[in-house]
């Protein structure tokens, strides 16, 4: 039988396998791959249809400022850091994306520390002394195994003030809903290894545990188009969603988005009791 670390690793190894395969997002232009236009379509069209991102993400906000990604994937939200002048690190554990990434800096003449890695061993790979101002990870602590081992390893670089802003995907969502019934699956890639959802009251208790508090917690996004034609560049909605007025649709996202974005910083009960220690 293998022992729980020999079953960690070789989850690991597949979730490693599964997005080298297909890096996410690597289909998102059908420009040359590695060009300045083929990352340019890849960016506007994930804004397009996830335009909460930059405003969860507040790019502008972090010039001068040390900024951590967690899972950088092939660099969409950490070229916008660099471009806005944040003091970036990426770390990202599919080796394939990471490749990406660093073309991706090189074609725009940016720079940024882009280091290969997991969330629940960032010790291994940063220096114990560093401090950042945002900690940042979108849709990636879901896939990692143990996150609240993830939780752990970031309060170590936190500051007294960093940010934690991460997403997740959330239990109580309309596209959870569809996976319940084999509707849907939670990657456009089928065979995912992990992909957890979680509930508010999931995160905040684990946030808690391990030294931070939620200031926010929002939903948002319901992915509206029919894929075989979004596969083809075309963003034709689903005929449920064609003739729903703006503001029912917005409402439905806001209640049942597939994100679920937390703001997050150290919690000062838990900084106060480790002080005292």
Not at 113 to 142: C, M, P, Q, T
Request: aromatic share 12%.
């Amino acid at each position: 039988m293998p022992n729980i670390d020999q079953q960690s690793d070789a989850l690991k190894s597949s979730i490693i396998d599964y997005w080298d395969r297909q890096p996410c997002n690597i289909n998102h232009s059908s420009a040359v791959k590695g060009t300045s236009q083929y990352y340019d379509e890849v960016e506007a069209r994930k804004y397009f249809v996830e335009p909460h991102i930059p405003k969860f993400a507040n790019f502008e906000k972090w010039r001068g400022k040390r900024v951590l990604e967690i899972g950088c994937g092939i660099g969409t939200d950490a070229i916008n850091f660099a471009r806005n002048g944040a003091i970036y690190t990426g770390i990202e554990l599919s080796g394939s994306s990471l490749e990406i990434s660093k073309n991706r800096f090189e074609v725009f003449a940016l720079e940024g520390r882009l280091l290969l890695g997991d969330a629940e061993n960032l010790s291994k790979y940063l220096n114990s002394e560093e401090k950042f101002d945002l900690i940042y990870s979108f849709g990636v602590l879901h896939h990692t195994p143990d996150i609240e081992l993830a939780f752990r390893e970031i309060y170590k670089f936190c500051h007294d003030s960093t940010q934690f802003r991460f997403m997740v995907y959330a239990e109580n969502s309309y596209k959870a809903a569809l996976i319940r019934q084999g509707l849907e699956q939670p990657e456009a890639q089928y065979g995912c290894p992990i992909a957890n959802t979680y509930t508010k009251q999931d995160l905040n208790s684990m946030l808690l545990r391990n030294g931070f508090q939620s200031n926010e917690m929002i939903q948002d996004h319901i992915f509206p188009y029919s894929i075989p034609e979004y596969k083809k560049y075309n963003y034709v909605k689903l005929p449920h969603f064609q003739n729903m007025p703006v503001e029912l649709f917005r409402g439905l996202e806001l209640e049942l988005g597939w994100h679920l974005m937390v703001t997050a910083k150290k919690d000062e009960a838990f900084i106060n009791k480790s002080n005292e220690s």
